[in-house]
C-alpha cells in the first residue's frame, strides 16, 4: 500500500509563486540554508512549472507566477500574501544571514510574549520569513496575560 503522504513530506507543505523561481531557489539556497530536491523547466523558457526544496529537512515547493495558470505572485498583487515561519536553533543568526542574502527586514528580532524570541523579514520576492527560536516554556495563562499586555500598549 502507498502512504498518502510521501516520505519527507508533511500533511501541510507551503508552494510558493515567485517571479524568478530559479533566482528564488539560489537565495533560499544562500538565506536560508535550503537544499534543491528537484525542478520541472518549461521546454524552450527559463521558467519552472515546479520545484522543491527542503529547509532543516521540511519540503517547500516553489514555481514561477504564470497567468495562464492563474498564479501570481506577491509582489505583483502590491503586498505579502502568505508568511513562513521558520523554528532555528538562533533567531538572531537567521535572520543576519538572511538579510545579508538580501532579504529586507521588517521587524527585528525581540523576545516575544508567548516564549519565543522572533524577528521577520521580507524575502526579494516578495514573501514574508518570521525566524523564532523558542526559550520558554509558558502556559496558557501566561501567554493570554502577556498577550493583553502587549494590546494594552496599544501593538496590535
Not at 81 to 86: F, G, K, P, V, Y
Amino acid at each position: 500500500m502507498v502512504d498518502p503522504i510521501p516520505d519527507g513530506y508533511t500533511a501541510v507543505t507551503p508552494y510558493l509563486i515567485v517571479d524568478g523561481a530559479a533566482q528564488a531557489i539560489e537565495f533560499y539556497k544562500k538565506a536560508l540554508g535550503a537544499v534543491e530536491v528537484m525542478r520541472l523547466e518549461i521546454p524552450d523558457t527559463d521558467r519552472i512549472a515546479h520545484a522543491e526544496i527542503t529547509i532543516g529537512g521540511d519540503h517547500v515547493m516553489l514555481t514561477d507566477a504564470n497567468p495562464a495558470w492563474g498564479t501570481t505572485d506577491p509582489k505583483a498583487l502590491g503586498g505579502i500574501t502568505a508568511s513562513m515561519s521558520l523554528y532555528v536553533e538562533d533567531a538572531d543568526a537567521a535572520q543576519a544571514r538572511a538579510v545579508a542574502a538580501g532579504a529586507t527586514e521588517k521587524m527585528p528580532v525581540t523576545d516575544m510574549f508567548w516564549g519565543d524570541r522572533m524577528g521577520c523579514v521580507v524575502d526579494p520576492f516578495g514573501h514574508q520569513w518570521s525566524f523564532l527560536t523558542h526559550t520558554r516554556d509558558l502556559s496558557d495563562e501566561e501567554i493570554r496575560k502577556g498577550f493583553l499586555e502587549m494590546m494594552e500598549k496599544g501593538c496590535g
